[in-house]
């Protein structure tokens, strides 16, 4: 029993570092002051109604610094690469910068942030708004974000240039492991224009300890509303900005 005991106060212990508890959904937790700490992003998106094999990667790399014991901010080097054909292989890379203050934490009686995101690259410009609301019940965590974001693009490409998106998570904290759950909302405009709204579902997991956090989803499109355009086309779901199936793996290591 008392074997029992100690190894549940240690991983309790290594639970404690863990900064990222949902791959897609924010907290409120931040670094402390002057801690620091390596990032690496991978996101797979697969399957639209293209009969072309479709599938884009997306990798991040950069470094995560506490400045106080709200903000802390996040450089990253962005590379995307969008593999439906061999011949049409393309490649987007933009540097991005993300700051997120806490105005209260998930322990409090209800976590409130703010994250601001801004990507540049050669072919256009991101620029990301985001509220994150969380609480901590026990082993339990609850997470509620809402973001819009605004994407021109000035090498001609016709893309969807507005995006708001909502997601809800919630977690279970077993030890350094948080097994939980994520839903998204993804709506998308062009030039003002209706593209279309898709759902998604799918189970997470992250693994937390004193020098490095990691965490996983999958998540598959359960569901969308249609643009006029694209109602009737024999498609049961919204793919013009949306894939049916979405994974992403995040780990980060302490300096």
């Known amino acids: 029993m008392r074997r029992w005991a100690w190894l549940c106060l240690v991983l309790g212990t290594w639970a404690a570092a863990g900064e ?18 390596v990032q690496f992003w991978e996101t797979f998106r697969s399957q639209r109604f293209d009969p072309a094999p479709y599938l884009t990667t997306e990798s ?26 061999p011949d049409l292989r393309t490649i ?11 105005f209260l934490k998930a322990t409090d009686a ?27 019940l026990g082993p339990v965590l609850i997470a509620l974000n809402a973001s819009v974001a605004y994407s021109p693009l000035w090498n001609g490409a016709v893309e969807p240039d507005l995006r708001f998106e909502e997601s809800l ?4 904290r077993v030890g350094p492991v948080l ?15 209706f593209e279309g709204t ?6 997470t997991l992250s693994w937390s300890t004193k020098w490095f956090f990691a965490t996983l ?12 355009a694209d109602r009737g086309n024999g498609e049961a779901m919204e793919l013009r900005d949306n894939e049916r199936f979405v994974a992403r793996f995040l780990i980060g290591w302490r300096l």
């Open 169 to 172: 998570a919630l977690g279970y």
């Open 92 to 102: 987007r890379a933009r540097v991005s910068s993300l700051w997120k203050y806490s």
């Open 60 to 85: 991040r790399f950069g470094l995560a610094a506490g400045v106080t014991k709200s903000l802390d901010t996040l450089l990253l080097l962005d590379a995307t690469i969008n593999e439906q054909d």
């Open 110 to 136: 209800l976590g409130v942030s703010g994250l601001g995101r801004v990507s540049l690259g050669l072919d256009g410009l991101d620029l990301e708004a985001r509220l994150v609301l969380d609480k901590q």
């Open 20 to 37: 990222r508890a949902f791959p897609f959904t924010f907290d409120s937790a931040t670094l402390e002051p002057g801690e620091r700490q």
């Open 217 to 228: 989803a999958w998540h598959a499109q359960l569901g969308a509303y249609k643009a006029k």
């Open 198 to 203: 898709a759902y998604y579902a799918g189970p």
């Open 179 to 193: 097994v939980g759950v994520e839903a998204r909302v993804r709506t998308a405009y062009q030039q003002r224009l």
